[in-house]
């Protein structure tokens, strides 16, 4: 059937990493100098990537996410989102985003046909913040959300990683969600690029600072929700309860949720390695310089750019990933490519 893998999975969501290059270094997805960009050559226009699009839908993709490196650094997003929304079958186009640049482009987004918004924040506290994105400020970032409500961007969700060492005050982001339709979404560290190659069970060698993951800094969504509810508790916003599914705020990935009693936003878990998902799975990658992704975690990839370039069959090469795609990443997790290159 079509959109669907050897396994049985509904593959309907397409992430889109439009560009490699980004304005912060956040210092758990690269490295202090950065990744060496691409030559703009190696890059997909924008038509490539729209006709990738349209063969996409063909085989059973309704959602596409932009992402990157910073997606709202590629000039002429806009009109690039315009014209992916008009491509019949696409439903619905999101972006994830460090949100510094959204006041600029917020309105314009909404104009274009693109409503849902996931904006990646770690920390609100402004020193941290610097620390994390290596110079970036806190306030773009909080302007940046703002700016996706003014626009009437919804949902307005927040990404945050929880890195133990850089020890987050989770409940800071947890009152955020009581008088704001924000869902705050905590994700587990995961290894991606870096120094090391990770060992079986995803052992690294080197440490955050140093843009490598370590089994020290993962940070087990069970542990989250334990600590927020405790945290929770202590500071009188009462106990931390489940959200149905049905309750939840809309969305394509695998969170599950919860809220304090009365919130208008909800809390977020997303735990890729500690209860990994892959039987939900629902997505292909597409990176910036054309390679389709069957899995976040496997460095196979199938050169979506070479059969663009050469006229060669866009669907067939879809029918191919779908039916490469693995069962689940199998612990097999780490890739020589950094996150900046995939798009999360
Ligand atoms: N620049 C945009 C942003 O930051 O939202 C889009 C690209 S960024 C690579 C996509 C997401 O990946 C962000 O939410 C970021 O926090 C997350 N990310 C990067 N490295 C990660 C890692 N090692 N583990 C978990 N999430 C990571
Ligand atoms: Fe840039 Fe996003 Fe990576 Fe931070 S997480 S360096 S904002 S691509």
Known sequence: MTGTDSFGRRIDYLRISVTDRCNLRCIYCMPPEGVPW???????????????????????????????????????????????REITGIEAIAVTTNGVLLPRYAKDLVAAGLSRVNVSLDTLDADVYRHITRGGRLEDALAGIESAFEAGMDPVKVNAVVVRSLDQDLLSFARMTIDRPLHIRFIEYMPVGGEG???????????????????????????IVARLAADGLAAGLGTLEAVARDAAPGGWGPATYYRFPGAVGTIGVISPLSHHFCGECNRLRLTADGKLRTCLFSDDELDAREVLRSGGDVRALIR?????????????IGTVRRMSQIGG
Do not use: Q, Y
């Open 38 to 84: 691409r030559d703009p050559s190696e890059i997909l226009t924008f038509e490539e990537i729209e006709r990738f699009a349209e063969a996409a839908v063909e085989e059973g993709i309704s959602k596409i996410r932009l992402t990157g490196g910073e997606p709202l650094v590629r000039l002429g997003i806009v009109d690039h989102v315009a014209r992916l």
């Open 320 to 332: 191919a990933a779908l039916a490469a795609k693995p069962e689940s990443h199998n612990m097999r």
């Open 197 to 223: 190659e990770p060992a079986p069970g995803g052992v690294c060698s080197s440490d955050v600072t140093a843009g490598a993951w370590t089994i020290e800094d993962h940070v087990p969504s069970d542990e």
